[in-house]
């Protein structure tokens, strides 16, 4: 890889990272409200729920933006915002203005994932813990 790439996969990743810490974040700091959110929509167990999203988000998130294990945080994400985009952006079961929010949504995750795919592939890049890594070793 040159340095435009190397820099290009950097800019990703922190981009990519900032949903989900804010995400994150967000669930810890509105725990309560995220749990009646979640015991509304009838997910089991919605305060443990909330504290794995959050575990999962914030551990992920901060994997990405410093580049340690980015391919398996890249899968988990991905698979775990398989069940999040179905059941939480189900646009097919509402109507108007919600409808279109919930399509918004949806298809921003699915973007999203596509780009966790392309960095499980692909990999952290240079700058990054993996890339230091793979020099020493």
């Known amino acids: 890889m040159n340095s435009t790439n190397d820099i290009t996969s950097l800019a990703?990743?922190?981009?990519?990272?900032?949903?989900f810490l804010i995400s994150g974040f967000f669930k810890v700091g509105g725990y309560t409200q995220m749990v009646g959110y979640a015991?509304?929509?009838h997910l089991p167990m919605?305060?443990?729920?909330?504290a794995v999203a959050a575990a999962v988000e914030?551990?992920?998130g901060l994997a990405i933006l410093a580049g340690f294990k980015t391919?398996?945080?890249?899968?988990?994400?991905?698979?775990?915002?398989?069940?999040?985009?179905?059941?939480?952006?189900?646009?097919?079961a509402v109507q108007g203005q919600e409808q279109q929010m919930q399509m918004v949504n949806f298809l921003k995750n699915v973007a999203i994932?596509?780009?966790?795919?392309?960095?499980?592939?692909?990999?952290?890049?240079?700058?990054?813990?993996?890339?230091?890594l793979a020099k020493k070793g």
């Open 12 to 19: 990703g990743r922190i981009l990519m990272s900032v949903i």
């Open 113 to 132: 994932m596509g780009g966790l795919l392309v960095l499980s592939v692909n990999g952290a890049g240079a700058y990054s813990a993996d890339g230091a």
């Open 46 to 50: 919605p305060g443990v729920a909330i």
């Open 71 to 92: 391919r398996i945080a890249a899968w988990l994400l991905f698979l775990y915002l398989l069940p999040v985009t179905y059941f939480f952006h189900n646009f097919w």
């Open 58 to 60: 914030l551990g992920c």
């Open 39 to 41: 015991t509304a929509v």
